[in-house]
């Protein structure tokens, strides 16, 4: 192979002191058309007093002249008349001598330039390539390098694998040089194709798939391989509008001959490129989304109810923003988002709560059976399930496993104002329940009783037995729902105790 390489080398200096030439050549080439176009400028420049239309006036009374004489010399002799015919042309060389030089000068340079264009692509057709010889030693085609024909090998040995079959590779390059047309050389396919034809197997022409290199499998269809592969970029684009799709190895189509267990179905050839997740597919592109903008709650104080409470004055309502966004996902997981600009479709609406700072006096001034402070209303139980949270739950659930038909007594003296089952009602989630009145504004509510042991109208003592815990109403479970009111507002019941 050195003299491989020796003669290369010098082929490669013997081409670049060829293009030097070369281009000396085209500089003296073009040199007289240089020349004939200033030559023309200065022909102008002398002669711009006379119009084209007098130039065009004379030559065509010089024709009328000529046609006049050729008619006269006919008359007397038509042998005559074929000799002033043959004369025309020498006197319109004389008369017009630089116009022909000139014309002359420019069919030279056009037919030159032609033949060296032609010259130019002969040679540029033109390559050295390595002689290809069977066991024979007869030439079966040529290669540019050797390792075209080691990479022939080698994708023929692939497509054979998963097979019985047994590649014989009789064939070697001659190490001498030969000038050949490209369209001559073969490519690694056709070496392929050639070692193939040698063996046994039964093979087909089909499309074979390689990604990155390595061969996966073959078609027969080539256009149905090829809508396969658009059928899973646009699966992963799953519809979405200004992203792209595309494979992140490099997928190539190879046609040639193929054995015929390598060929599938496009179907299956989906599913082997899919399972075995050997393509990778890269979605980028731009895309636009509605996203909703959370409200601000203020907070604000109302010295008119008691510690505890609260109420929304006003409503919070949630914005929405149009986001676009360039987003990167690789086999749908996204791998990056980034927001290039968020355009305010609805402002949002700031929520106003109202907290109460009045101060709850636990030594209240009740009535005349109220001793002015509470006990706890379910005497054998005191697990709270669920505390007082303002305008949510606004009551104690006092809980316990099995509590059905435990007492409950009256929190502090009182007036009974409302004991009833209240179906049918607005107060139907309380099930059966009792509100007493102790006075000064203030009122205790027990509901999801089993029974009513008062009626409205009753006065009762702190710590009187006024119900029995049940799980009637809007109840999951037997408890008692306790409420305290202070001015008609319901307040937590854990600052009485």
């Known amino acids: 192979m050195q003299t491989v390489y020796r003669v290369s080398y010098y082929a490669g200096v013997q081409t670049l002191r060829l293009l030097h030439r070369l281009g000396r050549f085209l500089t003296l080439l073009f040199l007289p058309i240089r020349l004939l176009v200033r030559r023309l400028f200065e022909v102008l420049r002398q002669h711009r007093g006379r119009t084209l239309r007098a ?119 001659d190490v001498s040089l030969h000038m050949i047309p490209q369209a001559s050389v073969l490519e690694r396919a056709e070496i392929c194709d050639y070692l193939l034809f040698r063996t046994d197997a039964v093979l087909l022409y089909a499309s074979g798939v390689y990604i990155d ?68 597919v890269l979605v980028t ?34 914005g929405l923003n149009r986001v676009t966004a360039t987003v990167t996902y690789l086999n749908g997981e996204q791998l ?59 009551a104690l659930d006092i809980w316990s496993r099995d509590m059905t038909g435990e007492d409950i007594v009256a929190a502090d003296g009182g007036t009974v104002i409302v004991a009833r089952d209240p179906k049918g009602t607005s107060y139907w989630s309380y099930g059966k329940y009792i509100i007493i009145d102790h006075g000064g504004g203030y009122q205790t509510l027990y509901a999801h009783c089993s029974e009513l042991f008062v009626k409205p109208g009753d006065k009762v003592i702190q710590g009187q037995r006024i119900a029995a815990v049940g799980n009637t109403g809007r109840s999951t479970s037997p408890h008692l729902h306790f409420e305290v009111r202070v001015g008609g507002r319901a307040v937590d019941p854990m600052k009485f105790f």
């Open 55 to 173: 130039k065009f006036a004379t030559f065509w009374g010089h024709c009328i002249s000529a046609g006049r004489r050729v008619r006269e010399a006919w008359r007397k002799n038509p042998i005559l008349g074929i000799l002033q015919i043959i004369l025309l042309p020498l006197e319109a060389i004389r008369r017009y001598r630089h116009l022909v030089k000139g014309a002359v000068t420019v069919a030279a340079i056009v037919v030159t330039a032609f033949l060296l264009r032609e010259t130019l692509r002969y040679w540029d057709s033109i390559t050295f390539a390595l002689a290809l010889t069977d066991s024979a030693g007869d030439t079966i085609g040529y290669v540019s390098d050797e390792s075209e024909l080691q990479a022939g090998i080698a994708m023929a040995e692939e497509r054979l694998q998963t097979t019985d079959i047994m590649l014989e590779t009789a064939i070697k390059p």
């Open 285 to 318: 592109g731009t895309v636009q989304y509605e996203v909703e903008v959370p409200f601000n709650v203020q907070r604000v104080a109302d010295a008119s109810s008691y510690e505890g409470s609260e109420r929304v004055r006003t409503n919070g309502e949630k």
């Open 213 to 280: 290199g390595v061969f996966c499998g073959a078609v027969e269809d080539r256009d149905a391989l090829e809508q396969l592969l658009t059928e899973i970029l646009e699966e992963h684009r799953d519809g979405q509008e200004g992203v792209t799709a595309s494979f992140l190895e490099t997928v190539e189509l190879i046609d040639g001959q193929y054995p015929q267990p390598r060929i599938l179905q496009p179907e299956d050839m989906k599913e082997l490129l899919m399972s075995e997740s050997r393509l990778q």
């Open 336 to 394: 990056s988002s980034v927001i290039t600009s968020s355009v305010v479709m609805r402002e949002p609406v700031t929520q106003v709560v109202a907290y109460g700072t009045k101060k709850i006096d636990k030594n209240y001034q009740g009535g005349a059976n109220a001793t002015g402070r509470f006990v706890w209303p379910t005497p054998e139980t005191r697990y709270v399930s669920q505390y007082f949270k303002s305008g949510v739950h606004n």
